[in-house]
């Protein structure tokens, strides 16, 4: 069955450092992944995602995942976080049978 | 164009009434979704509508329903609420049914049953 991981629920991180949250899955073909950013009392936004090709992809905001797939991973970083990053991050895959599969989410916290 | 809109943004229910939330999809958009997101739990697929059709459906007991109109604007109704349907319902759009086709999300309603 399909499923999405994402072992951080909840991530601190100074304003300036580097930062990446990890998302596995778990899917039988090539999965169509995503991440999205949820502000509080917002709904979810696209960061980016990734169907094929180059395996490091760009997203809004400066941040970029990498798609590992030895690894079943889709890690999302960012060189340099900013204050406004705090927020709850989702990684999602996309599966046949057209439905999607979300992640728990992990809570960021930018310290100043 | 438009973001996906929700209305309304926030509810308050008592235990056994029923509620109707709605979500009206980005202009050209024939795909909406609806989520179920609590603390902890992360979103919960409540079910999917293309072109006025129920195509898939997660695992809420039947309390939950929904329809979408012909102009893709989309419903959904619990009835006789419980205090653990508390959470924020997000509506999502997409243009088709792909699994590449990006979901946007709207503000979501946020539902308290007391």
């Known amino acids: 069955a399909q499923s999405v991981t994402q072992p951080d629920i909840h991530i601190t991180v100074s304003e300036g450092a580097s930062l990446e949250l990890r998302c596995n899955y778990s899917y039988g073909a090539t999965p169509y992944l995503f991440w999205y950013v949820q502000s509080p009392g917002q709904g979810l936004q696209l960061l980016l995602k990734?169907?094929?090709?180059?395996?490091l992809v760009q997203g809004i905001k400066g941040f970029e995942a990498e798609f590992k797939r030895s690894q079943s991973s889709f890690n999302l970083r960012k060189p340099s976080v900013h204050w406004s990053d705090a927020a709850e991050y989702f990684c999602a895959v996309g599966a046949t049978g057209n439905q999607f599969y979300f992640g728990t989410g992990t809570s960021l916290t930018v310290i100043p | 164009k438009a973001g996906v809109t929700q209305t309304p943004r926030y509810l308050i229910k008592t235990r056994g009434q029923q509620v109707t939330l709605s979500c009206s999809p980005i202009?050209?958009?024939?795909?909406v979704s609806w989520y179920q997101q609590t603390p902890g739990q992360g979103l919960q697929f409540l079910f999917e509508y293309f072109s006025e059709t129920q195509r898939n459906k997660g695992n809420f007991p039947g309390r939950f329903s929904g329809r979408q109109f012909s102009n893709s604007r989309s419903e959904m109704n619990v009835s006789t609420l419980e205090l653990g349907d508390s959470a924020l319902y997000l509506c999502?759009?997409?243009?088709?049914?792909?699994?590449?086709?990006?979901?946007?999300f709207g503000p979501g309603t946020r539902l308290t049953v007391l």
């Open positions: 999502a759009s997409r243009p088709g049914q792909g699994a590449r086709d990006t979901q946007y």
């Open positions: 990734y169907f094929s090709g180059d395996t």
């Open positions: 202009s050209g958009h024939r795909s």
